[in-house]
């Protein structure tokens, strides 16, 4: 009788232990196929939701397009918003090849956004902090007409990275720091004569070669290939004084003396620093020219060695004669 009750005992363990099994196995497949379903789900969701949209302003103005006349650059305001009730991810970049003589970029200022790399920036959902970026977006178009550059803008999910598209391209950071030289050089707006192999000069009827130095407005001349120096011209006029009364040299002149004078009542004088700014050991060709071409000192030009000179024929030649801004500060 208990040979009985212990094999009826052991053969219900048995039994509870099989379901048991049998249950957890069956609730570890359950449980899959319904993580299987749930992501599936969710992918099915971002599909839907994958179809979003953006707002781009430029200048306040719904447009993709930035136009700037010929011979002129030009700062753009452009605001990039998420106009979805959802965080999304998205990209800025214009498209297409530039033309020869045009150039796109970005200025990197206080209060404003860097744009995003290539795998795009999260912007917030509409209407919360963070749904929208500002850029300042600079153009710069050297060339006789004008010109227009179409932006393209990307959109997908948060947690996806983008691509450009084949002909989409980042815009490069404008840097508007560095030396004079740097400076000058690297600003497209710029066009540079390298005829001269110990100077290179700035041409054209409106480069941007201002600088502003001790109260006063300058341009940019030309760049000593040597010692990277850069000669400027003042943008106004300085004096009204006598040049001399018995002679039209420059060396030993009234007008000399002025400019050299380190006194509070001459020019160099006046300048901020100029121990710091001014290569005070230049040397200037001060003979008379003609047809634009500069007598070296062997053919008996007249060399000069000071801080502050004047220009000659031949610098106003290579900076473009009549086609250059020079004319204009001569009128």
Avoid: C
């Avoid at 992501?39 to 707002?55: D, H, M, P, R």
């Avoid at 006063?216 to 000669?231: E, P």
């Avoid at 002025?258 to 160099?268: E, I, Y």
């Amino acid at each position: 009788m208990k040979k009985i009750l212990l094999e009826t005992s052991f053969s219900k363990i048995y039994m509870i232990i099989m379901v048991i099994i049998t249950l957890l196995i069956l609730g570890g497949y359950f449980s899959y196929a319904m993580f299987t379903v749930t992501k599936e789900k969710e992918n099915a969701i971002s599909i839907v939701t994958g179809n979003l949209t953006y707002k781009l302003l430029v200048d306040d103005k719904e447009t993709n397009t930035l136009t700037v006349p010929s011979n002129s650059r030009k700062d753009f305001i452009v605001t990039l918003s998420n106009p979805n009730n959802r965080v999304g991810r998205f990209n800025f970049y214009y498209e297409g090849s530039l033309p020869e003589g045009v150039d796109i970029g970005y200025i990197e200022k206080e209060g404003v956004n860097t744009p995003p790399s290539s795998t795009g920036i999260n912007l917030e959902k509409v209407d919360t902090t963070g749904s929208s970026n500002t850029y300042i977006v600079r153009v710069s178009n050297t060339t006789e007409s004008e010109i227009s550059i179409e932006l393209g803008v990307s959109v997908g999910l948060d947690y996806n990275d983008l691509d450009l598209p084949s002909d989409g391209h980042l815009l490069r950071k404008i840097t508007s720091t560095g030396t004079v030289k740097e400076v000058i050089e690297d600003d497209i707006m710029n066009r540079l004569n390298y005829d001269d192999s110990e100077q290179t000069f700035v041409t054209g009827s409106n480069p941007n070669n201002y600088i502003w130095y001790s109260g006063k407005l300058w341009r940019a001349v030309s760049i000593d290939t040597s010692d990277n120096f850069v000669k400027l011209v003042t943008q106004w006029n300085i004096s009204t004084i006598s040049y001399d009364n018995n002679s039209t040299n420059f060396e030993d002149s009234y007008m000399e003396s002025w400019l050299n004078d380190t006194t509070v009542d001459g020019f160099l004088g006046n300048l901020r620093s100029p121990e710091k700014f001014i290569k005070l050991d230049s040397k200037w060709n001060a003979s008379m020219v003609s047809d634009g071409k500069l007598p070296s000192e062997e053919e008996g030009g007249t060399i000069v060695e000071d801080a502050v000179g004047l220009l000659n024929l031949y610098e106003y030649t290579m900076s473009g004669s009549s086609e250059s801004y020079l004319l204009i500060l001569t009128l």
